[in-house]
C-alpha cells in the first residue's frame, strides 16, 4: 500500500473517531446537571474554575455578602464570573499537602471588575473576600 493511501485511511478513521466523540458528548450531556456533564477543560484556568463551580456548597462570608448587596451581584453574575474569570495563581495557595486550596479570581462584569478570594475545599467552595471596583 503507497504512502497516499495510508494517508487517506488515517483521515478517514481519524474523521469518524472524532464524529463519534462528538456525537457520544452531545448525546451525554443533554439535560444533565453541569457536574455531570462531560467537557473538556484543559487549561489550568479551566479547570479551576470548574472545580470551583461543581462544589455542591458555597458559603459566603459576611465580608462577601456585604459586597454583592452592596453591588446588586446576584447569582447568575456570580456563575458569569465562575465562567470567565481570569484565575491569578500567583496570588493563589495552591499547596496540595494542604487540604484547602486558596484561589484569587479577577473577572469582569459589564460595570465593574470584580476580584474574589475563595478557599476550594473537599465539598465546599468558600467566597472568603470579594472586591468590586466602578469602571
Do not use: W
Not at 497516499?4 to 478517514?12: C, E, S, T, V
Not at 472568603?128 to 471596583?133: A, C, G, H, L, R
Amino acid at each position: 500500500m503507497d504512502l497516499k493511501k495510508r494517508f487517506l485511511y488515517f483521515f478517514i478513521g481519524i474523521t469518524l473517531g472524532v464524529i463519534a466523540v462528538i456525537f457520544m458528548t452531545n448525546e451525554r450531556n443533554k439535560n444533565r446537571p453541569e457536574e455531570e456533564r462531560i467537557s473538556f477543560p484543559y487549561g489550568p484556568d479551566a479547570r479551576t474554575l470548574k472545580s470551583i463551580r461543581v462544589k455542591k456548597h458555597r458559603v459566603f462570608s459576611e465580608q462577601a455578602k456585604e459586597a454583592l448587596h452592596i453591588h446588586n451581584i446576584d447569582s447568575i453574575r456570580i456563575e458569569y464570573l465562575l465562567h470567565k474569570s481570569d484565575v491569578d495563581f500567583s496570588e493563589s495557595i495552591t499547596d496540595r499537602t494542604i487540604p484547602c486550596q486558596t484561589y484569587q479570581l479577577n473577572g469582569n462584569l459589564k460595570d465593574m471588575e470584580v476580584s474574589m478570594r475563595i478557599e476550594r475545599c473537599d465539598s465546599t467552595a468558600t467566597f472568603e473576600k470579594i472586591t468590586v471596583k466602578k469602571k
